[in-house]
């Protein structure tokens, strides 16, 4: 019997091989809103590097709806196997808050992963506007007319508007997209007058000419733009301390296994520090910073504390 049992070993071996180490198959990245935004120029960028550092396919998938909840939703619904990620932004905080009846809990739904970049946001007009200065923003808002175009309900691109209208005292009219792309164009072809996005997703428009940059949410100039004002240069009441930013993360499905998620950050440690992720995304304006799992899950809950009771105070609702 030992002698049969020395014998079958080796061949019990070569029949139940030891599992595959993760990752062995491609990795798909969900961004929840449509083609040409922050979240997925952010994703196409990250999901580059990321394949040459853990040797398999990474894969952008791009499923816009109901202000990035219908792409959240797949990734909060998917196998917590490291195989279905996301890239998302603050606006994964007061978006479910707005609707009301987001089918997650995104402070148990998902795993946080790492920080990726943080970008200053950039108020916009048509060239062809006579709005030239942010002093003509404001006058433009005093009658809840002028409208401007974002990448949707709930986004960073809208709470940065919402905020300064609060700031300000002034009420405009919200344009709503499916996402940031679309946003863009239209306020390239003057189908609406204004536009409010993050700088690193616009900047080539501005450069252009097809895009007029009026000011910027940074606490300093931004170098890239460097005739563009700050929000706290302009001397306007209730912008003497005004700034904001979108900051962008990879998550994962809650309950992903710990060694599948300090595999995730490590590599994504390696990404951000990568000198061409970093001149790339600086190129864009864009400041990159890893982080762990805990220091993204705070920066969450800081924005929930901030963002939350804009909401309530306004009353903003889904159109």
Not at 106 to 124: G, K
């Amino acid at each position: 019997m030992r002698l049969a049992i020395a014998l079958l070993g080796p061949l019990l071996a070569i029949a139940s091989p030891a599992a595959a180490e993760y990752p062995d198959r491609p990795i798909r990245i969900i961004a929840p809103y449509a083609p040409g935004g922050n979240i997925d120029v952010t994703a196409r960028i990250v999901a580059e590097k990321l394949r040459e550092v853990l040797g398999v396919a990474v894969i952008v998938e791009n499923k816009a709806g109901a202000s990035g909840m219908i792409g959240s939703d797949a990734v909060a619904r998917a196998a917590p196997d490291g195989y279905t990620l996301m890239v998302s932004a603050n606006s994964l905080v007061s978006v479910p808050v707005i609707y009301g009846n987001a089918p997650y809990d995104w402070h148990t739904a998902f795993q946080p992963i790492s920080h990726i970049q943080s970008a200053a946001t950039v108020f916009l007009v048509n060239p062809a506007s006579p709005v030239k200065t942010l002093a003509d923003f404001v006058a433009a808002g005093r009658d809840g007319k002028f409208a401007i175009a974002n990448s949707g309900v709930g986004t960073t691109n809208h709470m940065a508007a919402e905020l300064f209208a609060d700031a300000t005292g002034t009420k405009y009219t919200e344009v709503q997209y499916k996402g940031g792309g679309a946003a863009v164009l239209d306020t390239i072809a003057g189908q609406v007058p204004a536009h409010v996005n993050q700088i690193n997703a616009v900047l080539g428009y501005i450069r252009g000419g097809k895009l007029r940059a009026i000011a910027v949410t940074s606490d300093k100039r931004v170098p890239q733009l460097p005739d563009v004002p700050t929000m706290m240069e302009s001397g306007i009441k209730g912008l003497e301390n005004f700034t904001f930013s979108t900051f962008t993360g990879l998550f994962g499905p809650a309950n992903m296994s710990p060694d599948v998620l300090a595999k995730l950050h490590a590599a994504m440690v390696k990404v951000l520090s990568d000198p061409g992720v970093i001149e790339r995304f600086a190129e864009l304006t864009a400041e990159t910073k890893a982080s762990t799992p805990q220091e993204l899950a705070a920066m969450l809950a800081k924005e929930e504390a901030t963002i939350v009771p804009l909401i309530k105070k306004l009353g903003i609702k889904p159109e």
